[in-house]
């Protein structure tokens, strides 16, 4: 069976880039599911996982779609990478929903100061405020099966790394 790695961390901790990496360096198919761009198939109304419960149920609802995704491409032969902030309720949503599949949920957890840092020198997609919500969602997440601090690993070491996770 192929995995499917939950890729979690906050803005800015790298989860695009080494998903992107790993699936063009290290897999020979994967598909790479972006639950933000899951959860902006709701346009109306759309709300932000920090603007209330509506913003929470919806983050849910994403992570349910992206793991019917997932196990689609897992029955077609493919590896899957599902990039979300994860919590500790959607690591247990993640985990039934994907109860028949390998899942391993991988936790990237650079530096606040890292994570400002790269925040700052993309494009702007959030600010500082909500930046430091996403951050202390993913400090406080306890439950993943592997953790690490990216904060000076570059994306293809990070992305190397990864690919190490398989024969766990």
């Not at 029955?75 to 993640?94: I, P, Q």
């Amino acid at each position: 069976m192929y995995p499917v790695t939950i890729l979690t961390g906050p803005a800015a901790a790298g989860k695009n880039t080494i998903a992107h990496l790993y699936a063009t360096q290290f897999c020979d198919r994967c598909a790479v599911i972006d639950v933000d761009l899951v959860r902006w198939m709701l346009r109306q109304p759309h709300r932000a996982p920090w603007e209330g419960e509506e913003g929470l149920n919806q983050h849910r609802l994403g992570a349910k779609h992206a793991s019917l995704l997932a196990r689609s491409f897992v029955a077609e032969g493919c590896e899957v990478v599902v990039l979300d902030v994860v919590w500790a309720d959607l690591s247990t949503l993640y985990r039934r929903e994907l109860a028949d599949c390998t899942c391993r949920i991988v936790r990237l957890l650079p530096s606040w100061d890292e994570t400002l840092n790269r925040l700052h020198n993309r494009s702007h997609s959030i600010n500082d405020a909500e930046a430091r919500w996403v951050y202390d969602t993913q400090a406080q997440l306890t439950d993943y099966d592997y953790s690490v601090d990216n904060s000076s690993m570059s994306a293809e070491a990070a992305a190397a790394w990864l690919a190490t996770l398989r024969g766990v």
